[in-house]
């Protein structure tokens, strides 16, 4: 029987196990550049199967947050450069988040203090993280967007295959496509923010058109093994909402399945919260979703994520109902947490006090198992 602990290939990419650090915001990175204090943090939990790196913008007008590292600078391929090796040096495997945020941004952390873009003008109504000129971070009101032209899509999708072509520069073993918690690909999905009327809205076809151009733009600039993609068909993050999410996520899966991908990774229910949450009047089957994909023909690793703590991840790989789990504020809190899960042991409590900003507290200080000994 297959355990949470078998090695397994997903793709192109070799995986010593089945736990996955999921991708985890952690505003760290001054100037969009990855610094020393981030490769220590990604080195201590390399034991993971596979890293997924917080969200790396693909451009500056893909940042929403403040001090988020980006892939848009040589300096920042520089110094993921620095994290890839040190990862590597110690066996594991690290793909980093293509992220492009749309409508969740502020005009501060925007080109020229534009407004943020969007698939429609219909603003997020959340919050997003900035840095004031005294130094002070705090939550903000994300700024109104603008509907992209279409005639402006094209770029955008160029920008993740050239994102996806400086994360193997960097030394990445591939990438994640975040297509998740309503930011822009998701925006493109989802009818509570797409209400465009040209081939990029609309029916499900020209919803999902966005992100399989994105998709393929990335697989053929990297190899479609090496190309992981973030899914969240029910989450209300940053807004985001649709009134029928089976019927495009069906056709998503469907579409997908053709693209032989190296992962499929899904959030189930609301990111970091109920996992039973549905958009209002609707009712997402999960299971339909994946058998719409493996029935297709879909053959990448299927990771799971949500909540998930030792026995309902080892029962969901051990029933066959997922390849992978992913796991977040345990990652933050237990670098080694493979060999926590694996042995039982106990587990460090996260401080969600110092997710967010901040130094090396919080970051880099949760003891690993031998440290505390
Ligand atoms: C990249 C994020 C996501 O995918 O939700 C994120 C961003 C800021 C804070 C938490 C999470």
């Known amino acids: 029987m297959t355990t949470l602990f078998d090695p397994m290939k997903i793709g192109d990419i070799d995986v010593a196990n089945r736990l996955a650090m999921a991708p985890l915001t952690r505003n ?31 451009t500056h007008q893909g940042q929403g947050y403040a001090d988020v590292p980006g892939l848009y600078l040589q300096q920042a391929i520089d110094g993921w450069k620095k994290v890839t090796d040190a990862v590597h040096a110690k066996g594991g495997k690290i793909v ?10 502020h005009v501060s952390l925007q080109p020229n203090g534009a407004a943020p873009v969007a698939p429609s ?3 997020a109504g959340g919050k997003t993280y ?7 971070g705090e939550f903000v009101e994300t700024s109104a967007p603008r509907a992209l032209e279409a005639s402006e899509i094209p770029g955008i999708v160029d920008d993740f295959r050239k994102a996806a072509r400086a994360a193997m520069d960097a030394g990445f073993d591939g990438v994640e496509i975040h297509a998740a918690n309503g930011y822009l690909i998701d925006q493109f999905l989802k009818t509570g923010a797409n209400q465009r009327t040209d081939d990029y809205g609309g029916s499900v ?11 393929d733009a990335v697989s053929g600039e990297i190899g479609a093994g090496r190309t992981g993609i973030r899914l969240s068909p029910t989450t209300p993050a940053n807004g985001i909402s649709d009134d029928d999410p089976q019927a495009i996520f069906d056709y998503v899966a469907a579409q997908l399945a053709t693209r032989d991908l190296s992962f499929i990774h899904v959030i189930e229910g609301a ?3 109920d996992r039973s949450f549905q958009y ?16 297709a023909g879909g053959k990448a690793g299927w990771m799971v994520n949500n909540g998930y703590d030792r026995d309902t991840a080892m029962q969901a790989v051990e029933s066959g109902r997922a390849d992978m789990v992913s796991f977040g504020r345990l990652f933050i809190a237990n670098p080694d947490l493979v060999e926590r899960l694996e042995t039982g042991a106990a587990l460090n409590d996260p401080d969600g006090s110092t997710f ?9 200080d949760y003891p690993a198992l031998d440290a505390a000994a």
């Open 28 to 58: 760290r990175s001054p100037k969009a550049v990855p610094n020393d204090l981030n490769v220590t943090y990604y080195e201590q939990r390399a034991t993971a199967g596979l890293i997924i790196t917080e969200g790396t913008p693909i």
């Open 96 to 105: 980093t988040q293509l992220w492009h945020v749309g409508r969740v941004s």
């Open 121 to 123: 003008a219909i603003p």
């Open 130 to 136: 900035i840095i004031n000129p005294d130094g002070t």
């Open 205 to 215: 076809e020209n919803r999902a058109r966005f992100l399989l151009e994105v998709v």
């Open 271 to 273: 990111t970091g919260g």
């Open 280 to 295: 209002e009047g609707t009712s997402f089957d999960y299971d339909a979703f994946k058998a719409t994909y493996r029935n």
């Open 356 to 364: 967010y900003g901040g130094g090396a507290k919080g970051y880099t």
